[in-house]
């Protein structure tokens, strides 16, 4: 994972846990890699995965068993949740940026509608 320098390493895991989580690669109930073994493929300290697994926690997406590890939550909407949050956040983003440059909210609407037009379909989900 290519880390950008402008955002803490630790928001950028727990992004992409999020991200697994929407796209099915980890499921409610699953149980999180150790402290180490997340730490070994992200190739971060382990105390940037506890800082990680802290803020899981506080978003309501995990949850430690003590001596047994991290569970993502058992909740089956959580995917959907998740993905409507980033959803939400990214496009919040997005339009924040276009403002900056006094488009409009028809002109923004008509650049998304013609780069969806112009994508390949397989690469809009």
């Known amino acids: 994972m ?15 846990l999020k991200r697994r989580i929407v796209i099915g690669e980890l ?3 699953d149980k999180l890699p150790s402290n180490a073994e997340l730490a070994m493929s ?3 300290n382990p105390n940037t995965v506890q800082r990680i697994y802290r803020q899981l926690e506080a978003d309501r997406i995990s949850y430690a068993k003590r001596g047994i590890g991290t569970f993502i939550v058992e909740d089956p ?3 959907e949740r998740l993905r409507q ?3 939400e956040h990214l ?5 924040a940026q276009m403002k900056t440059y006094h488009f409009t909210k028809e002109e923004i609407i ?6 969806t037009k112009t994508q390949k379909e397989g690469d809009i989900c």
């Open 2 to 16: 290519d880390f950008q320098a402008n955002y803490p390493i630790y928001l950028q895991i727990a992004e992409d």
């Open 27 to 29: 499921k409610p109930g």
């Open 42 to 44: 992200y190739q971060v």
């Open 77 to 79: 909407e959580l995917p």
């Open 85 to 87: 949050e980033i959803g």
């Open 91 to 95: 496009s919040a983003n997005y339009v």
């Open 110 to 115: 008509a650049l998304l509608e013609m780069q």
